[in-house]
């Protein structure tokens, strides 16, 4: 039916201008609609349906593989069974589905469902506007959802997975391979890393982050609750509890803003806010034992240890005082007490001395032995005070010396193996008391390496080759150097002159200060936090890991290439505060609204001018009638730059003998814009 309608197949039906139907059962509706297919079905202008059992509905509409569909204008289904519903939508792969303007799935079995959306590969399925899923058998769900590699799940607006990774959420992104990043703005960078909380980072491989903002940036780390972080550097760190901070390797931070600065550690609070940890059960005692001990453990090591000085605890579990009586005198501590035997002995030691010497040279007398008490008695008939045993050959050894018995009344010999034994415990105990009663002044602490040096008064020194020069100096790391006043350098290489440098080759000088591995801070009252980070200028500050800052009084959080957003920046204040995104959109949204209306109002100003102009131009003329009493009306249009406009003019002659008209007209440029006139002719 129609100029040139072609119905050729069997059972056929063709309406339409030069549309053809010329396999069985085929149907074409639409002027050049073309059904070639046996038991296809096209209508629509210029569509076609050109394989078995297809249909196309739309203006252009193409089914072309068999059991194919299309339904919009312009859609296209390609694929063996696939389906195309939208204008301008595209099924290309085998049973593959595209629903919505523009959407397009090319992959086998792909499914791309909103406007805009793509699903290129196998199986891949695009749901949302403009949502891809790029990948064979990805997922993408939600409008500019992205889903770009094999496996990868990328669920909420704008959310993206990449290197078979899962992002659930707004923003949320999965980077590395294998990661998970779950909850608005959540981000997983590392391989096998995973994110879950609203802004939560996974920044490192095997790193885990849980809660609103936990970051965990080293290596198989752990940040575990709100505002949580483990530091790049703290690798299998751990921070558990709302705002824990760990910076250190195989540190653990436990509990609401803990921090674990020191490697191998675990911290239950930080400096001023420390906590006990109660509830502890006996740790094992042994040698080998690595157990925790508890304080009912260490009350009782305490009250041994009292025992053994003869003397209590105080119900802190504080050890009371001793009092020690040597010769009459009470003493209180150990170390005096001992002092005191040691001079009593040495004068016991003394007085034998003199005793032998006397013996040896006859000035006191013979020695004698009671036959019936067995006593000998040395000069026992004469006077004097000392017994001398020494002879011509030098002094003689008392041997056989029975052990003396040693109070306050006692006036017997004591014996080598007791004053061997006094001897033994007094140097022991002296010490001890000259390691707590000494007064140095600085300290160092060395390796297997070269010695530490701590030359500087009250200054610190530890590790191999480590120097500490300078008053007040602290040098802590193999090969760490602090040369300056007051100056600190930590970690390995680290270099501070006159100024404070942590981390592995670190270096400050000029009163910077340098916190990170490579980190430089040369510039004066310059500062460099993160890996590697530099400011060589006077003032400046380089923030972040690769920071560099070459110029004075500034702040770098990249470098050339390599820079950062700042976020999360409060709205400016006063007039050298910054200014946020949000403050700047505001400013250029008041400048657009103003040049909108002064647009506007330029617009209504140039329509009404031209307005004026075609109502000008449209007035009719003013004609003379051929005769007196006649009447003649004009009727002129005009156009002018996109207005129109219409006019009226009538003119009528007086019965007069001269020739005399009156005249009036009225035109109309559109809207508002009038044009009235009136007037007198005479012909001379």
Same mark, same amino acid.
């Given at each position: 039916?129609?100029?040139?309608?072609d119905?050729a =197949?069997?059972?056929?039906v063709?309406?339409?201008?030069?549309?053809?139907a010329?396999?069985?059962?085929?149907?074409?509706?639409?002027a050049?609609?073309?059904?070639s297919?046996?038991d296809?079905?096209?209508?629509g202008?210029?569509?076609e349906?050109?394989? %078995?059992?297809t249909?196309?509905?739309?203006?252009?509409s193409?089914?072309? %593989?068999?059991?194919?569909?299309?339904?919009?204008?312009?859609?296209t289904?390609?694929g063996t069974q696939?389906?195309?519903?939208? %204008?301008?939508s595209?099924?290309?792969?085998v049973?593959?589905?595209?629903?919505?303007?523009?959407?397009?799935?090319?992959?086998?079995?792909?499914?791309a469902?909103?406007?805009?959306?793509?699903a290129?590969?196998q199986?891949?399925?695009a749901?949302?506007?403009?949502?891809?899923?790029?990948?064979?058998d990805s997922?993408a769900?939600?409008?500019?959802?992205?889903?770009d590699?094999?496996?990868?799940i990328?669920?909420g607006s704008?959310?993206q997975?990449?290197?078979?990774?899962?992002? !659930?959420?707004?923003?949320?992104h999965?980077?590395?391979?294998y990661?998970?990043?779950?909850?608005?703005?959540a981000a997983a960078t590392?391989q096998?890393s995973?994110?879950y909380?609203?802004?939560?980072v996974?920044g490192?491989t095997a790193?885990?982050?849980?809660? &609103?903002?936990?970051?965990a940036?080293?290596? +198989?780390?752990?940040?575990?609750g709100f505002? /949580?972080?483990v530091?790049?550097?703290a690798?299998?760190?751990?921070?558990?509890?709302?705002?824990?901070q760990?910076?250190?390797s195989n540190?653990?931070?436990?509990?609401?803003?803990?921090?674990?600065?020191v490697?191998? /550690?675990i911290?239950?609070?930080? %400096?001023?806010?420390?906590?006990?940890?109660?509830n502890?059960?006996?740790g094992t005692?042994?040698?080998?034992?690595?157990?925790?001990?508890?304080?009912g453990?260490?009350?009782?090591?305490?009250?041994? !240890?009292?025992?053994?000085?003869?003397?209590?605890? +105080?119900?802190g579990?504080?050890?009371?005082?001793?009092?020690?009586?040597?010769?009459? *005198?009470?003493?209180n501590?150990?170390?005096?007490?001992f002092?005191?035997v040691?001079?009593?002995?040495s004068?016991?030691?003394?007085?034998?001395?003199?005793l032998?010497t006397?013996?040896?040279?006859?000035?006191?007398?013979l020695?004698q032995q009671?036959?019936?008490?067995?006593?000998?008695?040395i000069?026992?008939s004469?006077?004097?005070?000392?017994v001398?045993?020494?002879?011509?050959?030098g002094?003689?050894t008392?041997?056989?010396?029975a052990?003396?018995a040693?109070?306050?009344?006692s006036t017997d010999a *004591?014996?080598?193996?007791?004053?061997?034994?006094?001897?033994?415990?007094?140097?022991?105990l002296?010490?001890?008391?000259? =390691?707590?009663a000494?007064?140095?002044q600085?300290t160092?602490?060395?390796s297997?390496g070269?010695?530490?040096?701590?030359?500087g008064?009250?200054?610190?020194?530890?590790?191999?080759?480590a120097q500490? /020069?300078?008053?007040?100096?602290?040098?802590?790391?193999?090969n760490s150097?602090?040369?300056?006043?007051n100056?600190?350098?930590?970690?390995?290489g680290?270099?501070?002159?006159?100024? *404070?440098?942590?981390?592995a080759?670190?270096?400050a000088?000029?009163g910077?200060?340098?916190f990170? +591995?490579?980190?430089?801070?040369?510039g004066?009252?310059?500062?460099?936090?993160?890996?590697?980070?530099?400011?060589?200028a006077a003032?400046?500050?380089a923030?972040?890991?690769g920071?560099t800052?070459t110029?004075?009084n500034t702040v770098?959080?990249?470098?050339?290439?390599?820079?950062?957003?700042?976020t999360?920046v409060a709205?400016?204040?006063?007039?050298?505060?910054?200014?946020n995104?949000?403050?700047?959109?505001?400013?250029?949204?008041?400048?657009?609204?103003?040049?909108?209306s002064?647009q506007?109002?330029?617009?209504a100003n140039?329509q009404?001018?031209?307005?004026?102009?075609?109502?000008?131009?449209?007035a009719?003329?003013?004609?003379?009638?051929?005769?007196?009493?006649?009447?003649?009306?004009?009727?002129?249009a005009?156009?002018?730059r996109?207005?129109s406009?219409?006019?009226?003019g009538?003119?009528?002659?007086?019965? &007069? /003998?001269?020739?005399?008209?009156?005249?009036?007209g009225?035109?109309n440029?559109?809207?508002?814009?009038h044009?009235?006139?009136?007037?007198?002719?005479?012909?001379?």
């Amino acid at each position: 039916m129609g100029n040139h309608a072609d119905a050729a =197949g069997a059972y056929s039906v063709a309406v339409g201008f030069l549309s053809s139907a010329s396999q069985s059962h085929a149907t074409a509706v639409g002027a050049t609609s073309n059904a070639s297919g046996t038991d296809s079905t096209v209508v629509g202008y210029g569509s076609e349906a050109t394989a %078995a059992q297809t249909s196309a509905f739309g203006s252009y509409s193409s089914a072309t %593989a068999q059991q194919a569909s299309a339904f919009g204008n312009s859609s296209t289904a390609s694929g063996t069974q696939s389906s195309a519903f939208g %204008a301008s939508s595209t099924a290309t792969g085998v049973a593959s589905v595209a629903v919505g303007y523009a959407a397009s799935a090319s992959g086998d079995y792909a499914i791309a469902f909103g406007r805009q959306s793509q699903a290129t590969m196998q199986s891949a399925l695009a749901i949302g506007q403009s949502a891809e899923a790029t990948g064979a058998d990805s997922v993408a769900l939600g409008s500019d959802a992205l889903a770009d590699n094999s496996g990868a799940i990328a669920i909420g607006s704008s959310a993206q997975a990449h290197l078979a990774g899962t992002a !659930v959420g707004r923003t949320a992104h999965a980077y590395g391979d294998y990661s998970t990043a779950v909850g608005q703005a959540a981000a997983a960078t590392g391989q096998g890393s995973s994110a879950y909380g609203y802004t939560s980072v996974a920044g490192a491989t095997a790193a885990s982050a849980f809660g &609103w903002n936990a970051r965990a940036n080293a290596v +198989d780390s752990t940040a575990l609750g709100f505002n /949580t972080n483990v530091s790049a550097a703290a690798i299998s760190g751990v921070a558990i509890g709302e705002g824990a901070q760990t910076t250190a390797s195989n540190a653990v931070a436990l509990g609401s803003k803990s921090v674990a600065n020191v490697a191998n /550690t675990i911290s239950v609070g930080s %400096a001023g806010k420390e906590r006990r940890i109660v509830n502890v059960a006996a740790g094992t005692l042994s040698s080998t034992s690595t157990d925790v001990v508890n304080g009912g453990q260490l009350y009782t090591a305490n009250q041994r !240890v009292a025992a053994a000085f003869g003397t209590t605890l +105080d119900a802190g579990g504080q050890m009371v005082a001793p009092s020690y009586m040597i010769q009459g *005198v009470s003493y209180n501590n150990v170390g005096s007490a001992f002092s005191a035997v040691n001079a009593a002995l040495s004068s016991t030691a003394t007085s034998i001395s003199n005793l032998q010497t006397q013996i040896d040279n006859g000035s006191i007398g013979l020695v004698q032995q009671n036959s019936s008490t067995k006593v000998i008695g040395i000069g026992s008939s004469t006077d004097g005070t000392v017994v001398d045993v020494s002879g011509t050959s030098g002094n003689r050894t008392v041997t056989g010396v029975a052990a003396g018995a040693v109070d306050a009344t006692s006036t017997d010999a *004591v014996n080598g193996s007791q004053l061997y034994a006094t001897n033994q415990t007094v140097a022991s105990l002296s010490a001890t008391v000259a =390691g707590i009663a000494g007064t140095t002044q600085y300290t160092k602490v060395n390796s297997a390496g070269a010695a530490a040096n701590a030359s500087g008064t009250d200054a610190i020194a530890i590790g191999g080759n480590a120097q500490a /020069t300078q008053s007040g100096s602290i040098a802590i790391g193999l090969n760490s150097a602090s040369t300056g006043t007051n100056a600190i350098a930590i970690g390995t290489g680290a270099v501070a002159t006159g100024s *404070v440098a942590v981390g592995a080759a670190a270096s400050a000088g000029n009163g910077g200060a340098a916190f990170g +591995d490579g980190a430089v801070a040369t510039g004066s009252n310059s500062a460099a936090l993160g890996t590697n980070a530099s400011a060589t200028a006077a003032n400046s500050v380089a923030i972040g890991t690769g920071s560099t800052n070459t110029v004075a009084n500034t702040v770098s959080f990249g470098s050339a290439g390599n820079e950062r957003r700042l976020t999360n920046v409060a709205a400016g204040v006063n007039q050298t505060d910054a200014v946020n995104v949000g403050q700047l959109q505001s400013a250029v949204a008041g400048f657009q609204s103003q040049i909108g209306s002064l647009q506007s109002e330029i617009a209504a100003n140039q329509q009404e001018a031209r307005r004026g102009i075609v109502a000008a131009v449209s007035a009719a003329p003013v004609l003379m009638p051929s005769a007196r009493g006649r009447t003649t009306v004009a009727v002129n249009a005009g156009y002018y730059r996109g207005q129109s406009g219409v006019g009226i003019g009538i003119s009528h002659r007086l019965d &007069w /003998t001269t020739p005399t008209v009156l005249f009036g007209g009225y035109s109309n440029g559109g809207g508002s814009e009038h044009i009235g006139r009136a007037g007198m002719a005479v012909e001379f």
